[in-house]
C-alpha cells in the first residue's frame, strides 16, 4: 500500500518502532519533512504530521533527515537549507510518535559545517548524534543530549584515533547503543580510502577507541555518499553490520556483511570477519543501501532480514532472510512485478514471541510514493533451498575444506572465493561425493556450489591462524 500519496514526497525514508510495534515514519521532499505513523487500532497509516513546516529542510536520500528511537523515546535530526553551521534541528517524541515537540537548534553557537546529524539513542531516552564538523578535513564530530533532545552538549571530535585525517563528508554515520556502550559506525576517508570504523565510547561524550570494521580498502576519489545498517546482540554476542562498498566478483559496488564482537579489547570491539551478501547470484548488478534487523526469540533462533536496492538493468529491491548464519546468495527480488525503480529500502521487525512480522517501506518512481509491504515468515525457515533439497556439508580441516556433495549435488561447479568476493579457484564437481579445496592461508573464505539444475550453495569458512 501508499504510505501516503505522492503530495507528500518519498525522500530520505526513515522507520523504526515504538513500544506498541507500530511502525513510525519519516520522510518528504522539496524542501518538506513529515512524519507518520502505523494506528494498529485502525490498521492504517496516520495522516502525515509537518515537521518545522516554516523552515527550507534540506532533503536528500544520502544526506538527509535520519531517525532513531528506544522504545517510546524517538528523535529525528536534519537540516536547514543552506545553514551548513548552525542549521542541525531535532525534534523528539516521548509518546511513540503520536505528538512531536518543538524543534531544537544542536549547535547553536557553531561557526564552521556542522553538516549532517544523524543520530542514535541509548537506552535512557537520550539521543546522540554524529555531524561532520568543518569543510576542508573532516572530521566526526558526536554530540549528546542529557535531557531527552531538549538541549545538546556540544560536539566532540571522535575521531582522532582513525587512521588519517578526516572521514567522508557526505557518508552518512551510524549512532547506535550496543552491549552498554555507545558506538558510532563512520565511513573514514584516509588518503582516499573508504571504510568503515567502529568509533566507542563509555559515557558518549569521551571517544577514545576506534577498530577498522571494513577490511576491503575501497581507493576512491569522491564521497561514496551510503551509510550503514547495523543488528545484534546475537545469541554469541556478536552484531552484524551491513554496508556498500566498492568490489565484488565483476569490480561493482556491492554489499557487504561484517560480523562484529563488541565486547572484544574491553568494549572496543573487534572485526570477527566480512563476506558480501551475493557472490555468484548476480554476475552483472551493482547494490547500494542495505537495510537490516534481527528477531530474536527467548527461545530458538534468531533471524535476520537483509535488504537492498540493487540495479540490474531496472531498480529493485532484494532481500535476504537466515536464521542467523549466513545471508549469502539467498536473495530474493520482491518488487519485481511492480512498474517504476524501486529504491532506498528500510525494514524492520515486530511479532510475538513465536512469530515474526517483517514490513518494508521503499521508494517507488513511477508515482513518487513511498511504498509499504509486510509479510510473515514461517518457522522453521530454509533459506538455502527453498525446494528442501538436501545440502552440502562443508567441513575445515588444517589446509583446507572438504566438501561433502549429495548426489543432487554432484553436477555443477564450485567455487573458493576469498572475504571480498574475489574468485581463488574454482573446479568441476563432475559427479563426486567428496571434493578437497585448498585454503591458501588464514582468514574469511566462501565455498559455493552451483548445480546443473541451477541451485545455488555457499558456505562461511574461516580458516585458523
Known amino acids: 500500500m501508499d504510505v501516503a500519496s505522492s503530495d507528500f514526497g518519498n525522500k530520505s525514508i526513515g522507520l523504526v518502532t515504538n513500544s506498541s510495534d507500530e511502525l513510525v515514519l519519516c520522510f518528504g521532499g522539496s524542501g518538506h519533512l513529515y512524519v507518520c505513523k502505523w494506528d494498529n487500532t485502525s490498521q492504517a497509516f496516520t495522516e502525515p504530521t509537518?515537521?518545522?513546516?516554516?523552515?527550507?529542510?534540506?532533503?536528500?536520500?544520502?544526506?538527509?533527515?535520519?531517525?532513531?528511537?528506544?522504545?517510546?523515546?524517538?528523535?529525528?535530526?536534519?537540516?536547514?537549507?543552506?545553514?551548513?553551521?548552525?542549521?542541525?534541528?531535532?525534534?523528539?517524541?516521548?509518546?511513540?510518535?503520536?505528538?512531536?515537540?518543538?524543534?531544537?537548534?544542536?549547535?547553536?553557537?557553531?561557526?564552521?559545517?556542522?553538516?549532517?546529524?544523524?543520530?542514535?539513542?541509548?537506552?535512557?531516552?537520550?539521543?546522540?548524534?554524529?555531524?561532520?564538523?568543518?569543510?576542508?578535513?573532516?572530521?566526526?564530530?558526536?554530540?549528546?543530549?542529557?535531557?531527552?533532545?531538549?538541549?545538546?552538549?556540544?560536539?566532540?571530535?571522535?575521531?582522532?584515533?582513525?587512521?588519517?585525517?578526516?572521514?567522508?563528508?557526505?557518508?552518512?554515520?551510524?549512532?547506535?547503543?550496543?552491549?552498554?556502550?555507545?558506538?558510532d559506525l563512520v565511513r573514514n576517508n584516509n588518503n582516499n580510502v573508504r571504510d568503515f570504523w567502529l568509533l566507542g565510547s563509555d559515557d558518549g561524550v569521551t571517544w577514545d577507541t576506534a577498530v577498522d570494521m571494513d577490511p576491503i580498502d575501497w581507493v576512491i576519489n569522491s564521497c561514496p555518499a551510503s551509510g550503514p545498517t547495523v543488528c545484534g546482540p546475537f545469541p554469541d554476542g556478536s552484531w552484524r553490520a551491513a554496508f556498500m562498498n566498492g568490489g565484488g566478483v565483476t569490480g561493482q559496488s556491492r554489499v557487504y556483511v561484517s560480523s562484529m564482537d563488541l565486547d572484544a579489547n574491553n568494549g572496543a570491539g573487534a572485526l570477527l570477519g566480512t563476506v558480501p551478501v551475493t557472490v555468484n547470484q548476480f554476475e552483472n548488478a551493482t547494490q547500494n543501501n542495505p537495510t537490516m534487523d534481527l528477531w530474536s526469540p527467548p527461545n530458538g533462533d534468531p533471524i535476520i532480514a537483509l535488504a537492498w536496492e540493487q540495479n540490474s538493468g531496472g531498480y529493485d529491491v532484494q532481500l535476504a532472510v537466515s536464521n542467523g548464519t549466513t545471508l549469502t546468495d539467498i536473495a530474493v527480488n520482491l518488487t519485481g512485478e511492480w512498474s517504476g525503480q524501486h529504491r532506498r529500502p528500510q525494514l524492520a521487525f515486530t511479532g510475538t514471541d513465536d512469530m515474526p512480522t517483517l514490513h518494508l517501506v521503499w521508494q517507488n518512481s513511477s508515482d513518487g510514493t513511498v511504498k509499504y509491504l509486510k509479510g510473515g515468515i514461517e518457522i522453521p525457515i530454509d533459506v538455502r533451498e527453498p525446494h528442501a533439497l538436501p545440502l552440502p556439508v562443508c567441513k575445515t580441516t588444517a589446509t583446507g575444506v572438504i566438501l561433502n556433495l549429495p548426489e543432487s549435488w554432484s553436477t555443477g561447479d564450485w567455487t573458493l572465493w576469498d572475504g571480498q568476493g574475489r574468485q581463488v579457484s574454482q573446479g568441476p564437481c563432475s559427479r563426486q561425493s567428496e571434493i578437497f579445496i585448498t585454503v591458501p592461508s588464514a582468514g574469511n573464505w566462501i565455498v559455493s556450489v552451483v548445480n546443473s539444475n541451477g541451485n545455488r550453495w555457499s558456505h562461511h569458512v574461516v580458516k585458523p591462524q
Open 50 to 183: 509537518a515537521i518545522d513546516p516554516e523552515e527550507n529542510i534540506f532533503m536528500s536520500d544520502s544526506e538527509g533527515p535520519q531517525i532513531a528511537a528506544f522504545g517510546d523515546d524517538i528523535t529525528l535530526t536534519y537540516m536547514l537549507s543552506g545553514d551548513w553551521d548552525t542549521g542541525a534541528r531535532s525534534v523528539s517524541s516521548h509518546d511513540g510518535g503520536v505528538t512531536w515537540e518543538a524543534p531544537v537548534s544542536m549547535v547553536p553557537e557553531a561557526t564552521t559545517d556542522h553538516f549532517m546529524p544523524c543520530v542514535g539513542m541509548d537506552p535512557d531516552g537520550n539521543p546522540f548524534a554524529g555531524v561532520k564538523v568543518g569543510t576542508s578535513s573532516v572530521y566526526e564530530g558526536i554530540l549528546k543530549s542529557n535531557d531527552g533532545g531538549t538541549s545538546w552538549l556540544p560536539a566532540v571530535n571522535a575521531s582522532e584515533a582513525v587512521d588519517g585525517d578526516a572521514v567522508c563528508e557526505c557518508c552518512p554515520s551510524l549512532p547506535f547503543w550496543g552491549n552498554g556502550r555507545y558506538y
